[in-house]
């Protein structure tokens, strides 16, 4: 099935809205679909033919919309890069790609390029690559259906004004910062990118005029803990990355922030539930061992197994309204004595401590009891606790094999870039 390109139609429609502010300016719709025009036009100079793979290695700024924009008109599909990987990470990730774009686009451009004026629905469009909590990070090939229904949905969730501003402080490597980009060129509304999260920057954009923005829980904190309060503008601050735990929903709440909970994977090209239900025409329920499985026009074709859904690996439970509650991740479950500890629950009371501002929880072997249950803490600043205190803590309000055994401290925990805890290196 064709549809008009999403970015013709926008400027189609609206040319002389802005589409998005960066760190380097902003750009109207009229201005975009010009600039990703010759970006298309460049790439073709180089070589690059449609079905071709771009990788895009560009911070948070024009450029990048521009070149992923271009690669679309040129039906090229668009391979976003972390900045951060190493050489070799970066040579393995772009190893299929005709090109890797690391600077803005310039020199000739190809007047006879193929650039194309609709979508075909069933093309691969952007290849993303997933966090690697558990593994490396794997490839996704999400086509243009998957990136249009993940937008339908999203609107159909959290609803669409035509005056919206949507506020990403996410990397555009990852499909959670991506998705923002590519549905406000679907809505036609605005964008406004931060190369990188600054919480009193992102804090005063937010109070001033965003209808919308997109964190993990971590900097959700961070942003409290700035200051923000009561902003006026704002209709939705979607969590997603990692659970958010009801201590952080009862803070947000606090000050005025509509907090939202998402869950979400790579595969089906960003969210799966928004606040609870499953977003317009995607299918969720409940497998073998209680794994989370999705289907659906927003899952990745090649991510569907033979039964039809993407099995996710996550653990959950559905209640009688359909609602997803996502209570952790297969293999994170500890058993220690026979019993199932979910680490989830574990972290969930430990950040409800007035001094505790993360906590991460995974087992460790013990010789009596298969396992142990340890948690590492991030404290608030200007706050104490002793591993005391906060086993204590825990043993009134968790079943006794559900206290840790052990408690240590850390000033950061370690997570990727959407936000998701690494165990691994926790256990290593």
Request: charged share 20%; glycine share 10%; hydrophobic share 45%.
């Amino acid at each position: 099935m064709l549809v008009e390109a999403w970015l013709h139609r926008a400027a189609r429609t609206r040319p002389d809205h802005v589409a998005l502010r960066a760190d380097d300016g902003a750009l109207t719709y009229g201005e975009l679909y010009a600039a990703a025009t010759l970006a298309a036009r460049r790439l073709s100079a180089l070589g690059v033919r449609p079905g071709d793979r771009v990788g895009i290695a560009l911070p948070a700024r024009r450029a990048f919309a521009e070149t992923l924009h271009g690669c679309l008109l040129l039906g090229a599909v668009a391979l976003p890069v972390d900045r951060r990987l190493k050489a070799a990470e970066r040579a393995a990730q772009t190893a299929s790609c005709a090109t890797v774009v690391s600077r803005p686009l310039d020199g000739l451009a190809d007047e006879g390029a193929p650039l194309s004026g609709t979508h075909d629905l069933t093309a691969t469009a952007i290849v993303v690559h997933t966090s690697g909590t558990t593994s490396g990070p794997r490839p996704v090939g999400l086509t243009f259906g998957n990136w249009l229904w993940s937008a339908l949905g999203s609107a159909a969730a959290l609803g669409v004004r035509r005056d919206d501003v949507w506020l990403c402080t996410l990397p555009l490597s990852h499909v959670g910062g991506l998705s923002i980009l590519v549905r406000s060129v679907i809505y036609a509304t605005k964008v406004v990118l931060h190369e990188r999260f600054d919480a009193e920057a992102a804090a005063d954009e937010i109070a001033v005029r965003s209808t919308l923005v997109s964190v993990v829980p971590t900097t959700l904190a961070r942003l409290l803990d700035s200051g923000l309060r009561h902003p006026p503008s704002l209709r939705v601050a979607l969590i997603g990355g990692a659970p958010i735990t009801p201590a952080l929903l009862e803070r947000a709440a606090a000050a005025g922030v509509p907090a939202v909970g998402t869950y979400g994977l790579t595969e089906a090209c960003s969210q799966v539930t928004t606040g609870g239900p499953p977003l317009f025409c995607t299918r969720v329920r409940i497998g073998a061992r209680r794994e989370i499985l999705v289907a659906g026009p927003t899952v990745a074709p090649a991510a569907l197994s033979s039964d039809g859904w993407l099995h996710t690996g996550d653990e959950g439970a559905l209640d009688a309204a359909g609602r997803l509650t996502v209570t952790g991740r297969a293999g994170d479950t500890i058993i220690t004595g026979g019993e199932n500890v979910a680490p989830a629950e574990v972290e969930a009371v430990l950040e409800s401590h007035p001094a505790v501002a993360e906590a991460a929880v995974h087992g460790a072997p013990d010789a009596e009891w298969g396992e142990r249950v340890v948690a590492t803490i991030v404290l608030r600043e200007a706050h104490t606790a002793t591993a005391d205190d906060l086993r204590g803590y825990c043993r009134v309000r968790l079943a006794g094999n559900k206290v840790p055994r052990v408690v240590r401290f850390t000033r950061e925990l370690p997570r990727t870039v959407s936000g998701k805890i690494l165990r691994r290196s926790l256990e290593d």
